[in-house]
């Protein structure tokens, strides 16, 4: 069984970070890129990085970089965000989420196939 498993969200102030885990079982991790998003409410849900589990290439979006970090522990299967200088607009949940696409970075959650469940981020200002 496929499974995702996200954790580490939060209640932050303005500035302040948070460490997201997705801890991913089930399949081949090391053939899949793993993505996190997010989707605040009234919004429609955003890619926010992705990582390449073979070769670690990253991207971020343009909201986020120089802000996140993304990495991953394939020996313990599972993908972090790292997320600094968190802003009130960062708010939502985040979701991670892994595509068995490769080539190039895929940002649209209809590209990718398996979803964990969601961790709530709260930035107050």
């Known amino acids: 069984e496929v499974q995702l498993v996200e954790s580490g969200g939060g209640l932050v102030q303005a500035g302040g970070s948070l460490r997201l885990s997705c801890a991913a079982s089930g399949f081949t991790f090391d053939d899949y890129a793993i993505g996190w998003f997010r989707q605040a409410p009234g919004k429609e849900r955003e890619g926010v990085s992705c990582?390449?589990?073979?070769?670690?290439?990253?991207y971020y979006a343009d909201s986020v970089k120089g802000r996140f970090t993304i990495s991953s522990d394939n020996a313990k299967n599972t993908v972090y965000l790292q997320m600094n200088r968190l802003k009130p607009e960062d708010t939502a949940v985040y979701y991670c989420a892994a595509t068995p696409l490769s080539g190039r970075f895929y940002t649209k959650p209809a590209d990718y196939s398996y979803w964990g469940q969601g961790t709530q981020v709260t930035v107050s200002s």
């Open positions: 990582i390449s589990s073979s070769d670690g290439s990253t």
